[in-house]
C-alpha cells in the first residue's frame, strides 16, 4: 500500500499501513473531504497545504493522520511522546508571561520533512513506542494546575498534524485558567486556520528561510503558505506570536537574503513582532554543516533593528545582550536574561517605566521566577 500526495509529488515517504492498531486508537479526525475522483474509497486531507489524497487503510505523508473505512482518523489522540515543565522562553517567547512556565509536549509525525529537525527522533517517529504517556485532557489541564504551570505548549513537533487533539486539551486548559501556546511551522491551510488557531493564545511560529528554493529543497514544503499564516495572525487575530528563524551557514544566513527577510517582515508584520534568529547545530540530514557562528546571529539582529524591528533576539547562543528586552523608545534594559534566567523586570503596567512607550506582548505585573528547570512529567 503506498502514500499518495499530490499528483506527481516524488517527496512521499516509504509505504506505511495502519496494521497494528487498535481501532480504539484511531480518533475521528476534521479537516478532509471524500476525494472519489482520485478512486474509490480515497479522501483528502485539507489540514495543510499538501493535500495528501489518502487510500484506505494508508497514512498521509504526517504519518498520524490516515484513511479507515473511507474516514479521516488521528492515530495520536491522547498520547505523547512526553511531558515536561519548561521556561516559556524556551519556545522561544519572550513577550508572554516572562519567566513563567510552560507544560510542555507533542506526539510524533511531522508535515514537513526539514532535513535539519532538531526534534528528529519525535518528529519522524514511525514507531509509537516513541508515544509513552498518555493523559486526557482533563487530566493534562490539571496536571497544568497542579504544577503551577502559567501554560500549556504544544511542540517538539508540530501541533498542526494532531489539531483535533491540541484543540481539545486547549479546551479544557482554558477552562482552568491556563493559556495555550502552539510552536508550529504555520503550515496549515486558509480553512483550517481559524479553528486551529482560535484554541491558541499565543505561538511561536518557524519561519525556516526566506526563499522558496529551501522550502523545496530543505523542508519539502512551501513557503508562501507560511506568509500567509504569519499575515493571517497579525491582521485577523488576537493571538500573541512571535517568530524564530534558524540560521543555517551557507543555506539561509547570507546578508541579502536576511535583508530580504527582516525587509518582508516590517511591511507586513510591523515593528512589534518579536523575531528570534537561533543557531544551528549539526543534526539528522545535515551533520556536515557546521554550528552558526555567534558574529552571524548578532549580523542578522543588527540587520533587523536597522530594518526598523523593534525586538530582535539570538537564540542557541550565550548572548545576554541579545537576549534581553529593551525599551525601542529609549533604549532602555526592561528584561534583563542570561539563558532562559530573568534578571531585572521593569515593564510597569505593559510599558517602559523611563518613557512611557508601550511593549508589545502579554506582561504579568512581577515576572515568573522558574527559570532555567526542566521537570519531566509523569502522567
Request: glycine share 8%; hydrophobic share 40%.
Amino acid at each position: 500500500m503506498s502514500f499518495e500526495g499530490r499528483a506527481g509529488d516524488e517527496r512521499a515517504p516509504k509505504e506505511t499501513t495502519l496494521d497494528g492498531l487498535d481501532p480504539s486508537e484511531l480518533h475521528p479526525a476534521r479537516f478532509w473531504s471524500p476525494a472519489p475522483e482520485q478512486g474509490a474509497g480515497k479522501i483528502r486531507c485539507e489540514l495543510c497545504p499538501r493535500a495528501c489524497v489518502v487510500g484506505p487503510n494508508q497514512r498521509a505523508f504526517c504519518f498520524v493522520r490516515a484513511n479507515h473505512d473511507g474516514q479521516m482518523v488521528l492515530t495520536t489522540w491522547g498520547r505523547s511522546s512526553g511531558f515536561c515543565v519548561d521556561p516559556i522562553e524556551k519556545k522561544p517567547l519572550n513577550h508572554f508571561h516572562p519567566g513563567s512556565s510552560v507544560l510542555s509536549f507533542g506526539t510524533a509525525g511531522c508535515n514537513l520533512g526539514c532535513k535539519f529537525c532538531q526534534n528528529w527522533d519525535i518528529s519522524k517517529a514511525r514507531q509509537f513506542d516513541k508515544l509513552a504517556d498518555q493523559a486526557t485532557p482533563e487530566g493534562i489541564a490539571d496536571a497544568a494546575v497542579r504544577l503551577d504551570a502559567r501554560s500549556i505548549a504544544f511542540t517538539y513537533n508540530d501541533p498542526v498534524i494532531f489539531a483535533e487533539w491540541a484543540l481539545d486539551v486547549a479546551a479544557a486548559c482554558r477552562a482552568r485558567g491556563v493559556a495555550t501556546v502552539a510552536v508550529t511551522a504555520g503550515y496549515i491551510t486558509d480553512a483550517a486556520r481559524p479553528e486551529f488557531y482560535a484554541g491558541m493564545d499565543a505561538a511561536n511560529v518557524d519561519l525556516k528561510a526566506f526563499t522558496e528554493a529551501f522550502y523545496h529543497k530543505l523542508c519539502l514544503a512551501e513557503l508562501a503558505p507560511v506568509l500567509d499564516t504569519l499575515r493571517w495572525l497579525r491582521h485577523e487575530t488576537d493571538v500573541w506570536f512571535e517568530v524564530t528563524t534558524l540560521l543555517i551557514p551557507g543555506h539561509n544566513d547570507s546578508p541579502a537574503e536576511i535583508d530580504a527577510l527582516v525587509g518582508w517582515f516590517a511591511d507586513n508584520l510591523g515593528p512589534e513582532v518579536p523575531l528570534h534568529f537561533t543557531a544551528f547545530h549539526a543534526d539528522y540530514r545535515m551533520t556536515d554543516i557546521p554550528g552558526t557562528p555567534a558574529a552571524t546571529l548578532a549580523r542578522a539582529r543588527r540587520q533587523a533593528l536597522a530594518a526598523g524591528l523593534e525586538h530582535v533576539y539570538t537564540g542557541n547562543v550565550h548572548d545576554p545582550a541579545g537576549q534581553s528586552t529593551y525599551c525601542a523608545g529609549c533604549g532602555a534594559l526592561l528584561i534583563a536574561r542570561d539563558g532562559y534566567t530573568l534578571g531585572a523586570y521593569r515593564i510597569k503596567d505593559g510599558a517602559c517605566p523611563d518613557c512611557g512607550k508601550r511593549v508589545a506582548g502579554r506582561f504579568d505585573t512581577h515576572a515568573g521566577t522558574w527559570g532555567s528547570r526542566r521537570l519531566r512529567v509523569v502522567m
